[in-house]
């Protein structure tokens, strides 16, 4: 199975910048696609951007051009450089993990979640 640890969320003024990280644990040879999802007060949670093992990132409509996701592989991490932040950005940001197929017919989960991390952005 797989842990998630999420770190990196806080407070900061509109326009500002935040890197929120995510270290992998476990069996971490099984993920596939590593991301970010965020969720807002009264709103479902939300693909911020996802990127799948030797691919290529993919992003939410809303972040694009100001968010960056990476991954680091060697030491399981998955980084999310956030730019321009807006007040709308204000929400929970979850880190994710998807195994790979044969993974989850060994009986892992279709999908790991974090606990995670506040980010909130003032006006």
């Known amino acids: 199975q797989v842990q998630l640890v999420e770190s990196g969320g806080g407070l900061v003024q509109a326009g500002g910048s935040l890197r929120l990280s995510c270290a992998a644990s476990?069996?971490?040879?099984?993920?596939?696609?590593m991301g970010w999802y965020r969720q807002a007060p009264g709103k479902q949670r939300e693909l911020v951007a996802s990127?799948?093992?030797?691919?290529?990132?993919n992003y939410g409509d809303s972040v694009k051009g100001r968010f960056s996701i990476s991954r680091d592989n060697a030491r399981n991490m998955v980084l999310l450089q956030m730019s321009s932040l807006q007040p709308e950005d204000t929400a929970v940001y979850y880190c994710?993990?998807?195994?790979?197929?044969?993974?989850?017919?060994?009986?892992?989960?279709?999908?790991?979640w974090g606990q995670g991390t506040q980010v909130t952005v003032s006006a």
């Open positions: 476990g069996s971490t040879e099984s993920i596939s696609v």
């Open positions: 994710n993990a998807e195994p790979y197929r044969d993974y989850v017919h060994l009986g892992f989960e279709t999908e790991y």
């Open positions: 990127i799948p093992s030797g691919g290529s990132p």
